[in-house]
């Protein structure tokens, strides 16, 4: 399969922890990558490999994976946190080829 | 610093076709691959194929294939993209990103973006 699903809404109270998931046959094989997107912006890399951040990017990000399942996890959300984040990997058929999750939209309450 | 510039926002009617360029400065253009990302408004990101500047070796996801083309120009370390045959749900943001050089069989995602092109397509 060349899917990756994630929900389309999470919502997490200011300063808690939330964890945004990505599942798709593809994360048996490869790491997810992932990108945070705020209005009119590009999107930023946040996590990727077993579980780097990019210089610059807050140790409150985190990434696991299990199985068919990628997780991105955000410990003490902070209200700048709100915003689309993106799960990406290698499509498994071998072919080079690229795959996005549908995204999930953060809302800090 | 590391970035990607496009080029600026393009109208085109229906059955146009669209290049955009996305130029690379503060590392070594051959050295890394470039992908090709567009977005609607409202929604999400889908990849558009891939290029190796050094070979120039490509591949395009099944839905653009026959209709983009990706090239480029070592010499000014600028990438392209062409999409063809364009209809009005071909309007979009097109990104280019740089993907992290990874192992053989393993992928890291893509480090740096470029602005994006805002590409209309309208009668």
């Known amino acids: 399969s060349s899917e990756l699903t994630q929900d389309p809404a999470v919502s997490v109270a200011l300063g808690q922890t939330v964890r945004i998931t990505c599942q798709g046959d593809s994360l048996r094989s490869y790491y997810a990558s992932w990108y945070q997107q705020k209005p009119g912006q590009a999107p930023v890399l946040v996590i990727y490999g077993k579980n780097n951040r990019p210089s610059g990017i807050p140790d409150r990000f985190s990434g696991s994976s299990s199985g068919n399942t990628a997780s991105l996890t955000i410990t003490g959300a902070q209200a700048e946190d709100e915003a689309d984040y993106y799960c990406?990997?290698?499509?498994?058929?071998?072919?080079?080829?690229?795959?996005f999750g549908g995204g999930t939209k953060l809302t800090v309450l | 610093q590391v970035q990607l510039v496009q080029s600026g926002a393009e109208v085109k009617k229906p059955g146009a076709s669209v290049k955009v360029s996305c130029k690379a400065s503060g590392y070594t253009f051959t050295s890394y691959d470039i992908n090709w990302v567009r977005q609607a408004t409202g929604q999400g990101l889908e990849w558009m194929g891939w290029m190796n500047p050094n070979s120039g070796n490509t591949g395009y996801a099944q839905k653009f294939q026959g209709r983009v083309t990706m090239t480029r120009n070592t010499s000014i370390s600028t990438a392209y993209m062409e999409l063809s045959s364009l209809r009005s749900e071909d309007t979009a943001v097109y990104y280019c990103a740089r993907e992290i050089a990874a192992p053989t069989y393993y992928y890291y995602g893509m480090d740096v973006w470029g602005q994006g092109t805002t590409v209309t397509v309208s009668s």
């Open positions: 990406n990997s290698r499509d498994s058929s071998g072919n080079h080829h690229v795959v």
